[in-house]
Structure formats: structure tokens, C-alpha cells
């Protein structure tokens, strides 16, 4: 089973810190036992053979990664594409070795750097074993992160061990080497015996033609890295390696970023995003907006929090030869901005378009741009032409791009998904599903030993402007006779109105919520509490509603007694930080909802969409409501509200409220378990380590409130604890436990 996008995310952006790893932190000890004359040939070999690495890997991410995202595809065809990619991998190492000998001719003081060199590449063979393109494409990043964080952390400790001298800096790529090739291998063990997949060599027939069908994607992948690498390599050429040394050092502390955002999550995105593409069911501009605002926020966070570290870890661990490093990384960081742009219109969506030559054409002009402006300013102006080439190509990249997108109708402003309340819900589909003339409307109401609150219910379903079609009540009480005898009176009291009463194995809020959306027979489904009086438009306006717009999520307006309608702009939406609005009565539209109100809301009800009800969530107060809003959110649907129709609702004694004011301690971490289970259940492991701090503030003054009834200094200081360990049992599906 594939697993959450963020889970994928978390594991990608582990294994490519772990790609990093090495540089990163081996670079302080590397500085200091190599001189910068070898320090700068380690870093000059690297630069050449990513190269030849990128020719290995031919941009499979992308290109079978693509091709595994189709869902026509059979087992036995994804064991041939996985035969064919790792045969084409391995057959390009080989063809690599004998172009990168010859080159080495042309290479300064190659005698004196030969087993630098030669140790490099070996890295090339690793990549070629490396099968990681397909669990990319199924989605399963997680199972293989632990194949990636042993081995690699074996060898990165071995850097500190068998390194010594300028005699022993060959034994730094080796190393490297080695610990991809062994998790490689680890990886491939894993597609073996968990996929079912089985290697097998194909013909050099079927090798010349991945090779061909894969060119395009190839060339981009060669490009995007040979235009921001050339520069490098000049500088080696037109300067000396000690420049080389200072300018990768800054390169390297500026690829944190994309090590920590841009690899995992583009990577990670790339086949979901290309089933939402290639499907027709999501707006390309909704999708191209959200996810570049979400990017970008994501980004310029990391940079806030570890750019003030960088001139730190730069004194502390580099010789003051490398004190140029520090502006070479801010020289990057408006780079790094242009990037995300650029790397969201190329990868996500054009190559998802299969426009692989658009993006070939742009990718050949950058590289050009940033060869010429480089080979023209490093002479002038050292390591800053460098940059001078990037921000060349960079920004024809960003011009090229931009005017594709708008030209095509793919790309367009809309600031309404650059607001953070609207990162927190998933994204809405845009399809016309296929609709039912004049479709039936059911009301469901589920009740439990409360008949005095029906008779003024039943007033305002008599006074409808538009009557229902069915009513479907899902009565719980446990006497068996009083069920029938309520049931005889609804029906009597509702003439003309066919009335249904579908049983359940044991009283639960959810399960009789779900059980009745189950039951209802129209397609148009509005759910109702039973203590409410409706306005006399209510079911006309649901109606008109749900048909106009029929992937809304709909909640309307909700009034209890006192309540005053108010322009409130924040409804229904649980804030990054822990913070809920409930605002239900408000004067205002909204949309981006983090929950519906459980009291009314309404939807239709496509074909293969299940409005489930998750029947473990416990307590009477927050309960259902955001876990059933973002279930629905991920199928589709756009959680919205309208301040129209208002519902007065009359909350009864041993209700919600009534439950809340006398065992406030038990209903808040019963609401905040509630909270964790589905954080859990939906992959938001982000958004339980952010909210936890407020839960923890939820709980002190939860504390001080219950202090004034709760006799005994040791219990309630143990409340934010209980509170906070609430919300995290909810997390691991653990039982609540009392205080």
C-alpha cells in the first residue's frame, strides 16, 4: 500500500540528507587534515564524475517514475520496466569508465590526483545499482529508509578513521562509494522480496530504446546540473583548486536546501502530482500556485533558521582561508528562491505533460547562458562570475518557463491558495461529475434519549419550502418498544415524507452518523442534529446548493440562543499552531474549512466517494468533525460555508456543553486524543509536533480553570502533562487512560 504524501516526504528528505551527510559533515574535518590544494581536487572530482553519475541515472526519476505512475500498469509489466532501467543503468556506468579515462588526460596534475579520480568514480557504479526510481514511483520511501541510514552511517563514520593525510584523500569517495553501493544493494533486496520483482539483463535492442525514449528526460536531468556545475569546473581551469575549495564549500551549505525542500518534496510530488494532472480532476493553476506557496514558505523558513548558524559553523570548523564561503552561500539564497520556480514548471508540470523537448530546449539555452557569462567573468571578478553565470541561466529559465505556463492556460494568479488557512485542507477537485437530474434529497438526523427536542424539528420540516424526499433517523435508544413508539409518532407526524430507521450494533455518535449516510437513498445528503429548528429554506437552499456546486462541502450558519449573527472571517478553520475558530455564526462566507459543523452540513454524493465516520474517536465534544471534513476534503470536496439559512440550535442538558462545563479536564483531552488520532490517520505528523506547544498552553489553563473545583495540589498540576499525553496516546492509537 503506497504510503501519505508527507510520510514519503519525511523519508525522501531524510535520504537525501543523508546524501548530503557526507559533505556536510565530513567537510570541517576534511578542511583541516587535507591541504586546500587536495581539498579542492576532492571537490573538483566530485563536481566531474556528478556528471557521469547523472548519465547512470539517465533522469529515471522522472522518466520511469512517470511510466510506474500509470495505473493500467501490471505487475509483470513494472518487473520489465524494472528490468530494463537497471540494465540501461548498469550498461551506462560501463560506457561512462571508458569516455571518463581519456577525458582525465585533460585534467591539471592528473598524475598527482590519479587515485582521487579513479575512487570518484566508483561512485558512478553505485548509482548505477542504485534502484531507488521505482520505490520513488510505487511510494514507498519509508520501507527503505533504514537500508539508507545504516550503511551510510557505518562509512561516514570510517571518514573520521581512516583519513589522515593528503596520502589518504582518495579514501573519502570511496567511502562514499561504498555506502551507496551497499544500500543499493540493500534496496534492491528490498524490491526483491517485498514487490515480487526479479532483475533479469534484457537485449542491447531493448537498451538502445529506453535509451531513446528516455533521451529528452535525460538531457534535462544532464543540463539542469551541468549548467549550475560548469562553472566550477572553469574555476578549477581559469583560477586554481584553493578558489575551488572556498566556492564549494559555500555551494555545499547552500544545498542544504535543496536537500531538505526541494529534492524530497519535488521528488515526492512528481508522481502524485502527475496523477492529479493527468487525471482532469484538479485545476493545474490551483495545483501550481498551492504547491509554489507552500514550497517557497517552506524554504525561506529553513533560511531564516539556519542562515544566522552558517557564519558560525564557518569560524568554528574552516581555516580563515575559507572566509569568502560565507558570501558565495548568500549569493545563493535569491538563487535558491528562482530554483523553486523554475524546478516546479519544468519537472512538475511540463515533463508530467510528457513536453520532455520544451523542457530539453530550455535547459540546452540555460546551459549556454551560464557557460558564456562564466567563461567571460571568472577571469574578471574569480568565484562571483560563477554566480554571474547562474543567475544568467537562472533567470532565462524563469522568463522561458513562465511565458510557456501562461501561454498555455496552465499558469495563472490565484492568491486565494497562498493563504495558509487553505495549505491545511486538501485540495478541491474541479471536474463535472457525472449528476442526477432532479436528485432525491435525504435529511438525516441520528438522536439518543432526547424525543422532547422532535416536536419543534418536525415543526420546521413541515414548513419547508422544498420537503425532503426521505428522512433517515437512526434512533438509539436501547428500549426497543420506546424505539418503535417514537418511530409509529415521526412517521404519523411527517404525512408524505417516506421515513427510515436503520438500526446499529451499540449507541455511537459516529457510527450512527455514518450508518445513516449509508442508509440515505438520495444523492444529495444533508445531516441534521436533532436539537435544531431549521429555517424555512433550509432544504431549498442545500438543494440549489449542492447542485450548483456539487463538490462543495456545505455547513451553513448556526445560532444558539443569544448568538448574534458577526462578520467574523476565520470559521470552522484549526490554525498550523493549534488554535480552532469556530465561528459558526458568522455574517461571512468562508472556505477552506478545517471542519464542517456537526450540527448541519451537507453534500452530494458522487459515485465511489465513502463518507465515513471514524467510529473510534471518543467523548462528546470535538469529535467527528474535522476528521470527517478531511476525509471528505481528500476525495475531493471543498469544505465551505455559507452564512445562509440559519439553523437555530437549542444544546440540551447532558449535551455537549453541559458535558464540557462539569468534567472540563476529562472533555478536553478526550478532544485533544481526538486530534492526534487524526493526525495520525491522515499523515499530519507536521502539524502534531507544531500544535503541540499551544496543546500544552491548552492544558495550563485548563488547569487553573479546574484548580477552582478540583481539591488537591498533585492532581491538577499533572493536567497540561495529561492534556499534551492525550493528545499523543490519540497519535499512536493508544487508549485515553484517566487522570
Same mark, same amino acid.
Given at each position: 500500500?503506497?504510503?501519505?504524501?508527507?510520510?514519503?516526504?519525511?523519508?525522501?528528505?531524510?535520504?537525501?540528507?543523508?546524501?548530503?551527510?557526507? $559533505?556536510?559533515?565530513?567537510?570541517?574535518? =576534511?578542511?583541516?587534515?587535507?591541504?586546500?590544494?587536495?581539498?579542492?581536487?576532492?571537490n573538483?572530482?566530485?563536481?566531474?564524475?556528478?556528471?557521469?553519475?547523472?548519465?547512470?541515472?539517465?533522469?529515471?526519476?522522472?522518466?520511469?517514475t512517470?511510466?510506474?505512475?500509470?495505473?493500467?500498469?501490471? $505487475?509483470?509489466?513494472?518487473?520489465?520496466?524494472?528490468?530494463?532501467?537497471?540494465?540501461? /543503468?548498469?550498461?551506462?556506468?560501463?560506457?561512462?569508465?571508458?569516455?571518463?579515462? $581519456?577525458?582525465?588526460?585533460?585534467?591539471?596534475?592528473?598524475?598527482?590526483?590519479?587515485?582521487?579520480?579513479?575512487?570518484?568514480?566508483?561512485?558512478?557504479?553505485?548509482?548505477?545499482?542504485?534502484?531507488?526510481?521505482?520505490?520513488?514511483?510505487?511510494?514507498?520511501?519509508?520501507?527503505?529508509?533504514?537500508?539508507?541510514?545504516?550503511?551510510?552511517?557505518?562509512?561516514?563514520?570510517?571518514?573520521?578513521?581512516?583519513?589522515?593525510?593528503?596520502?589518504?584523500?582518495?579514501?573519502?569517495?570511496?567511502?562514499?562509494?561504498?555506502?551507496?553501493?551497499?544500500?543499493?544493494?540493500?534496496?534492491?533486496?528490498?524490491?526483491?522480496?517485498?514487490?515480487?520483482?526479479?532483475?533479469?539483463?534484457?537485449?542491447?535492442?531493448?537498451?538502445?530504446?529506453? =535509451?531513446?525514449?528516455?533521451?529528452?528526460?535525460?538531457?534535462?536531468?544532464?543540463?539542469?546540473?551541468?549548467?549550475?556545475?560548469?562553472?566550477?569546473?572553469l574555476?578549477?581551469?581559469?583560477?586554481?583548486?584553493?578558489?575551488?575549495?572556498?566556492?564549494?564549500?559555500?555551494?555545499?551549505?547552500?544545498?542544504?536546501?535543496?536537500?531538505?525542500?526541494?529534492?524530497?518534496?519535488?521528488?515526492?510530488?512528481?508522481?502524485?502530482?502527475?496523477?492529479?494532472?493527468?487525471?482532469? /480532476?484538479?485545476?493545474?493553476?490551483?495545483?501550481?500556485?498551492?504547491?509554489?506557496?507552500?514550497?517557497?514558505?517552506?524554504?525561506?523558513?529553513?533560511?531564516?533558521?539556519?542562515t544566522?548558524?552558517?557564519?558560525?559553523?564557518?569560524?568554528?570548523?574552516?581555516?580563515?582561508?575559507?572566509?569568502?564561503?560565507?558570501?558565495?552561500?548568500?549569493?545563493?539564497?535569491?538563487?535558491?528562491?528562482?530554483?523553486?520556480?523554475?524546478?516546479?514548471?519544468?519537472?512538475?508540470l511540463?515533463?508530467? =505533460?510528457?513536453?520532455? /523537448?520544451?523542457?530539453?530546449?530550455?535547459?540546452?539555452?540555460?546551459?549556454?547562458?551560464?557557460?558564456?557569462?562564466? &567563461?567571460?567573468?571568472?577571469?574578471?571578478?574569480? &568565484?562571483?562570475?560563477?554566480?554571474?553565470?547562474?543567475?544568467?541561466? #537562472?533567470?532565462?529559465?524563469?522568463?522561458?518557463?513562465?511565458?510557456?505556463?501562461?501561454?498555455? !492556460?496552465?499558469?495563472?494568479? *490565484?492568491?486565494?491558495?497562498?493563504?495558509?488557512?487553505?495549505w491545511?485542507?486538501?485540495?478541491?477537485?474541479?471536474d463535472?461529475?457525472?449528476?442526477?437530474?432532479?436528485?432525491?434529497?435525504?435529511?438525516?438526523?441520528?438522536?439518543?434519549?432526547?424525543?422532547?427536542?422532535?416536536?419543534?424539528?418536525?415543526?420546521?420540516?413541515?414548513?419547508?419550502?422544498?420537503?425532503?424526499?426521505?428522512?433517515?433517523v437512526?434512533?438509539?435508544?436501547?428500549?426497543?418498544?420506546?424505539?418503535?413508539?417514537?418511530?409509529?409518532?415521526?412517521?404519523?407526524?411527517?404525512?408524505?415524507?417516506?421515513?427510515?430507521?436503520?438500526?446499529? #450494533?451499540?449507541?455511537?455518535?459516529?457510527?450512527?452518523? #455514518?450508518?445513516?449516510?449509508?442508509?440515505?437513498?438520495?444523492?444529495?445528503?444533508?445531516?441534521?442534529?436533532?436539537?435544531?429548528?431549521?429555517?424555512?429554506?433550509?432544504?431549498?437552499?442545500?438543494?440549489?446548493?449542492?447542485?450548483?456546486?456539487?463538490?462543495?462541502?456545505?455547513?451553513?450558519q448556526?445560532?444558539?440562543?443569544?448568538?448574534?449573527?458577526?462578520?467574523?472571517?476565520?470559521?470552522?478553520?484549526?490554525?498550523?499552531y493549534?488554535?480552532?475558530?469556530?465561528?459558526?455564526?458568522?455574517?461571512?462566507?468562508?472556505?477552506?474549512?478545517?471542519a464542517?459543523?456537526?450540527?448541519?452540513?451537507?453534500?452530494?454524493?458522487?459515485?465511489?466517494?465513502?463518507p465515513?465516520?471514524?467510529?473510534?474517536?471518543?467523548?462528546?465534544?470535538?469529535?467527528?468533525?474535522?476528521?470527517?471534513?478531511?476525509?471528505?476534503?481528500?476525495?475531493?470536496?471543498?469544505?465551505?460555508?455559507?452564512?445562509?439559512?440559519p439553523?437555530? *440550535?437549542?444544546?440540551?442538558?447532558?449535551?455537549?456543553?453541559?458535558?464540557?462545563?462539569?468534567?472540563?479536564?476529562?472533555?478536553?483531552?478526550?478532544?485533544?486524543?481526538?486530534?492526534? &488520532?487524526?493526525?495520525?490517520?491522515?499523515?499530519?505528523?507536521?502539524?502534531?509536533?507544531?500544535?503541540?506547544?499551544?496543546?500544552?498552553?491548552?492544558?495550563?489553563?485548563?488547569?487553573?480553570?479546574?484548580?477552582?473545583?478540583?481539591?488537591?495540589?498533585?492532581?491538577?498540576?499533572?493536567?497540561? !502533562?495529561y492534556?499534551?499525553?492525550?493528545? &499523543?496516546r490519540?497519535?499512536?492509537?493508544?487508549?485515553?487512560?484517566?487522570?
Amino acid at each position: 500500500m503506497a504510503q501519505t504524501f508527507t510520510s514519503n516526504v519525511r523519508a525522501n528528505g531524510i535520504l537525501q540528507f543523508l546524501n548530503l551527510a557526507f $559533505p556536510v559533515i565530513s567537510l570541517p574535518f =576534511l578542511a583541516h587534515v587535507l591541504s586546500p590544494e587536495s581539498f579542492g581536487a576532492v571537490n573538483f572530482f566530485s563536481f566531474l564524475v556528478g556528471n557521469f553519475s547523472l548519465v547512470v541515472q539517465y533522469g529515471f526519476e522522472y522518466s520511469a517514475t512517470r511510466k510506474l505512475g500509470d495505473a493500467q500498469l501490471t $505487475p509483470s509489466q513494472r518487473a520489465e520496466l524494472f528490468s530494463e532501467v537497471m540494465s540501461t /543503468k548498469i550498461f551506462l556506468a560501463v560506457a561512462s569508465f571508458f569516455l571518463y579515462l $581519456p577525458l582525465l588526460a585533460w585534467v591539471a596534475d592528473i598524475q598527482e590526483y590519479a587515485p582521487i579520480a579513479l575512487a570518484t568514480f566508483a561512485i558512478t557504479f553505485s548509482f548505477a545499482l542504485n534502484p531507488l526510481w521505482y520505490v520513488l514511483g510505487v511510494q514507498e520511501m519509508p520501507k527503505v529508509v533504514w537500508r539508507h541510514l545504516i550503511p551510510k552511517g557505518i562509512f561516514l563514520s570510517l571518514v573520521f578513521v581512516v583519513i589522515q593525510s593528503d596520502q589518504d584523500a582518495y579514501r573519502y569517495p570511496a567511502l562514499i562509494a561504498l555506502a551507496i553501493g551497499t544500500s543499493s544493494i540493500a534496496t534492491w533486496h528490498w524490491i526483491t522480496q517485498h514487490q515480487g520483482i526479479r532483475w533479469k539483463w534484457v537485449s542491447f535492442d531493448q537498451i538502445f530504446k529506453t =535509451l531513446k525514449q528516455g533521451f529528452f528526460v535525460f538531457g534535462v536531468s544532464l543540463l539542469s546540473v551541468f549548467y549550475q556545475t560548469i562553472g566550477a569546473l572553469l574555476l578549477a581551469q581559469l583560477v586554481d583548486y584553493s578558489t575551488v575549495g572556498t566556492y564549494t564549500l559555500g555551494w555545499r551549505v547552500m544545498n542544504l536546501y535543496p536537500a531538505l525542500a526541494l529534492v524530497p518534496v519535488l521528488q515526492a510530488l512528481f508522481p502524485r502530482m502527475g496523477e492529479q494532472i493527468r487525471s482532469g /480532476k484538479y485545476s493545474i493553476p490551483h495545483l501550481l500556485n498551492r504547491t509554489l506557496s507552500q514550497l517557497l514558505a517552506f524554504v525561506l523558513t529553513l533560511m531564516l533558521l539556519l542562515t544566522p548558524l552558517v557564519p558560525w559553523l564557518l569560524r568554528q570548523f574552516f581555516d580563515p582561508a575559507y572566509q569568502d564561503a560565507w558570501y558565495i552561500y548568500l549569493g545563493f539564497l535569491p538563487f535558491i528562491l528562482l530554483n523553486c520556480w523554475n524546478q516546479l514548471l519544468a519537472n512538475q508540470l511540463f515533463l508530467n =505533460l510528457s513536453q520532455d /523537448k520544451l523542457v530539453f530546449r530550455g535547459y540546452a539555452v540555460a546551459s549556454m547562458f551560464a557557460l558564456g557569462i562564466s &567563461w567571460f567573468a571568472i577571469p574578471l571578478v574569480s &568565484w562571483a562570475g560563477v554566480l554571474w553565470g547562474l543567475y544568467g541561466a #537562472e533567470g532565462f529559465l524563469a522568463l522561458y518557463f513562465g511565458y510557456q505556463a501562461v501561454q498555455s !492556460g496552465k499558469f495563472r494568479w *490565484h492568491a486565494s491558495e497562498w493563504l495558509p488557512k487553505a495549505w491545511l485542507v486538501p485540495m478541491g477537485r474541479q471536474d463535472l461529475p457525472v449528476l442526477v437530474e432532479d436528485p432525491k434529497i435525504s435529511l438525516i438526523i441520528p438522536t439518543y434519549l432526547r424525543p422532547e427536542v422532535w416536536p419543534p424539528l418536525v415543526q420546521s420540516i413541515q414548513a419547508q419550502t422544498k420537503l425532503p424526499d426521505e428522512v433517515v433517523v437512526i434512533d438509539q435508544h436501547p428500549d426497543g418498544a420506546q424505539r418503535q413508539q417514537f418511530q409509529t409518532w415521526l412517521t404519523a407526524a411527517l404525512p408524505g415524507i417516506p421515513c427510515v430507521f436503520p438500526m446499529i #450494533e451499540r449507541p455511537n455518535r459516529c457510527l450512527a452518523k #455514518e450508518t445513516g449516510l449509508r442508509a440515505a437513498s438520495g444523492p444529495l445528503k444533508v445531516l441534521i442534529d436533532d436539537d435544531v429548528i431549521l429555517h424555512p429554506d433550509f432544504i431549498h437552499f442545500y438543494s440549489a446548493h449542492l447542485q450548483a456546486h456539487p463538490w462543495d462541502l456545505l455547513t451553513t450558519q448556526l445560532l444558539e440562543p443569544g448568538v448574534v449573527p458577526e462578520p467574523k472571517r476565520q470559521v470552522a478553520r484549526y490554525t498550523w499552531y493549534g488554535y480552532f475558530y469556530l465561528n459558526h455564526h458568522s455574517s461571512l462566507p468562508s472556505s477552506h474549512l478545517s471542519a464542517v459543523t456537526g450540527a448541519c452540513f451537507g453534500f452530494y454524493h458522487h459515485a465511489g466517494i465513502v463518507p465515513q465516520m471514524d467510529a473510534n474517536l471518543v467523548g462528546q465534544g470535538i469529535k467527528e468533525e474535522v476528521d470527517f471534513t478531511y476525509t471528505m476534503a481528500q476525495q475531493g470536496y471543498h469544505p465551505v460555508y455559507r452564512p445562509a439559512v440559519p439553523t437555530q *440550535h437549542f444544546p440540551q442538558s447532558g449535551g455537549n456543553q453541559d458535558a464540557k462545563a462539569r468534567h472540563l479536564v476529562k472533555w478536553m483531552a478526550e478532544a485533544y486524543y481526538n486530534f492526534g &488520532w487524526v493526525h495520525q490517520k491522515h499523515g499530519l505528523l507536521h502539524l502534531q509536533i507544531l500544535r503541540t506547544p499551544y496543546v500544552y498552553f491548552i492544558g495550563i489553563r485548563t488547569m487553573l480553570r479546574a484548580a477552582k473545583t478540583t481539591p488537591g495540589f498533585k492532581v491538577w498540576v499533572q493536567i497540561p !502533562g495529561y492534556v499534551v499525553g492525550a493528545f &499523543w496516546r490519540g497519535y499512536f492509537h493508544r487508549s485515553l487512560t484517566t487522570l
